[in-house]
């Protein structure tokens, strides 16, 4: 089944440690995006990638990277410069213009120990 | 600038009964598509409903209605019969431009309860 995996499901992050969330999709969808959640929230951008090697910041870029060397791959590092990590973060892949929905993973939660 | 505005944190609803979750929106954009998504517990995002700006029906699918009112901006959820299983949170969204990697920009949701 084609789908959007992101691992892993739970993670734990040591004060000025960097920790990266993997997204892998086999939709053979061009864009990738990365969200974060805080608790009762809505989504916020945080990277978008349209093509392989190409990449933008969303609303809340600071403290975050991303990379693009594949298409089916967007990882997504936290930073010790992202203060306030503690959050869920989701991953999602689309084909086409406005009137293609996203395709989401199952998310990844990441907490401060 | 782009935005989607739910105003409705929270409802309760009676098991069986019809729910309408609100939607506003406010683009400068001509071609646009709105989006309903359905947020289990569990954190998943599941699709459920698109409607196109220059869709002239209201778009269906299964239990799902959305009544797009495009003079007004509204892109309202009806779930009819609701069931125990509905009970999650609900995000509006909006895409507007033609390229896959145009943004996609959420409402801050609504939490739905359904009694038995």
Not at chain 2, 53 to 79: C, H, M, P, W
């Amino acid at each position: 089944d084609g789908g959007i995996t992101q691992s892993p499901k739970y993670l734990f992050r040591k004060e000025g440690q960097n920790v990266t969330l993997s997204c892998e999709q086999n939709l053979n969808h061009d864009a990738m995006y990365w969200y974060r959640q805080d608790p009762g929230q809505g989504l916020r951008l945080i990277y978008y990638s349209q093509i392989v090697n190409d990449f933008q910041k969303g609303d809340i870029a600071e403290g975050y990277s991303v990379s693009r060397e594949k298409k089916e791959s967007f990882p997504l590092t936290v930073t010790s410069a992202q203060k306030n990590p503690t959050a869920f973060y989701l991953c999602a892949s689309r084909q086409g213009g406005f009137n293609q929905p996203q395709h989401f993973g199952d998310g990844t939660r990441l907490s401060i120990l | 600038a782009q935005k989607i505005t739910q105003t409705q944190p929270g409802m309760f609803v009676q098991e069986k009964e019809a729910v309408t979750l609100d939607c506003t929106y406010d683009t400068s954009d001509q071609s646009y598509g709105l989006f309903w998504y359905k947020q289990p517990s569990s954190g998943e995002m599941i699709f459920l409903i698109y409607q196109g700006s220059y869709d002239e029906q209201n778009a269906t699918e299964g239990r799902y209605s959305l009544n797009f009112q495009k003079a007004r901006k509204s892109a309202n959820l009806v779930i009819s019969a609701s069931q125990l299983g509905d009970s999650a949170m609900y995000f509006c969204a909006m895409s507007a431009g033609y390229s896959s990697a145009s943004k996609i920009i959420f409402g801050s949701g609504t939490r739905l309860s359904i009694r038995p």
